[in-house]
């Protein structure tokens, strides 16, 4: 089992930055990917970018260009950089871990952009 831990939201004006962490602790050698995921008010969770264990990274259309995910083994981290924040990218942030066929999610951190 993997706990996961996110921090690093606020409230932040449009075109600005803000750095999200996630803690990862538990049979973390079991990991197989690592992403963000968002969730809007009244929408679905979406993808927002994930990492494999090979370092290998995807990102949704909306924050290609914008975002970065990183990771730092040592640590048991996972980050992403967000740049030039936009009031659409409004949500709460959650943290994933995939490990085989199942999944784990942070609590959720809420980032809110403003014009």
């Known amino acids: 089992q993997v706990q996961l831990v996110e921090s690093g939201g606020g409230l932040v004006q449009a075109g600005g930055s803000l750095r999200l962490s996630c803690a990862a602790s538990?049979?973390?050698?079991?990991?197989?990917?690592m992403g963000w995921y968002r969730q809007a008010p009244g929408e679905q969770r979406k993808l927002v970018a994930y990492?494999?264990?090979?370092?290998?990274?995807n990102y949704a259309d909306s924050v290609k260009g914008r975002f970065t995910i990183s990771r730092d083994n040592a640590k048991k981290m996972v980050y992403l950089q967000m740049n030039s924040l936009k009031p659409e990218d409004t949500a709460v942030y959650y943290c994933?871990?995939?490990?085989?066929?199942?999944?784990?999610w942070g609590q959720g951190t809420q980032v809110t952009v403003s014009s």
């Open positions: 990492i494999t264990s090979g370092d290998s990274t």
């Open positions: 538990g049979n973390i050698f079991s990991i197989n990917a």
């Open positions: 994933n871990a995939q490990i085989g066929p199942l999944n784990s």
